[in-house]
């Protein structure tokens, strides 16, 4: 009897201590996810920023602009004053929605598939190119498949929508 009274008092420190360490892991997760929504826009504004740049750069040379889509990239099935329309409209429309998240896993596809064809279409992009166009495939495939966040017109859409 003496050997099982004394067994719960010597596991009370370790259930003490489960129970302060369960309690600080449930204070970090927590704090973690009050941040998620900032990492959601964080990302979102990164890799909208990027195409949108690159889209005031076809806008400001656009003789340049066709140049390149005439001699350097092979877009497939476009003739290339058409693609350079499309891909500078890409480039412009769809990263300002992506940003304010407004149809945010739309604008995420679009861009996603965008990129696909960049890479495809410029054979001479090299590996940091390549590695850059595969952190932003990345990036938009977290919001097509996470969803814009709190931090979003869609989320602020879909909480009124839902409320009524």
């Known amino acids: 009897m003496q050997g099982t009274a004394s067994m719960p008092a010597a596991h ?25 929504p900032l990492a959601d826009l964080a990302v979102r504004l990164f890799v ?3 195409f949108f740049k690159s889209g005031l750069t076809k806008i400001a ?14 877009v497939p099935l476009l003739p290339p004053e058409l693609a350079a329309w499309l891909g500078t409209g890409v480039e412009l429309v769809f990263p300002v929605l992506l940003a304010i ?7 995420a596809a679009v861009l996603f598939v965008f990129n696909i064809v960049a890479v495809i279409s ?5 590996a940091v190119g390549l590695r850059d166009h595969q952190t932003w495939g990345l990036l938009l495939l977290v919001s097509l498949l996470h969803g814009p966040g709190r931090i979003s ?8 929508v839902g409320h009524r």
């Not at 309690?23 to 973690?32: D, E, F, N, T, W």
């Not at 040379?61 to 092979?74: D, G, P, Q, R, V």
């Not at 998240?101 to 604008?107: D, I, P, Q």
């Not at 017109?153 to 009124?160: A, E």
Request: proline fraction near 3%; charged fraction near 15%; aromatic fraction near 10%.
């Open 48 to 50: 909208a920023a990027v």
């Open 12 to 36: 009370a420190p370790h259930a003490g201590l489960a129970r302060r360490l369960a309690g600080r892991m449930g204070s970090a997760h927590r704090g973690l996810q009050a941040l998620a």
């Open 101 to 107: 998240g407004l149809g945010a896993r739309f604008s």
């Open 61 to 74: 040379t656009w003789s340049s602009t066709l140049a390149l889509f005439e001699n350097e990239y092979a």
């Open 153 to 160: 017109f869609d989320h602020l859409i879909g909480r009124n």
């Open 122 to 126: 410029y054979p001479d992009l090299g």
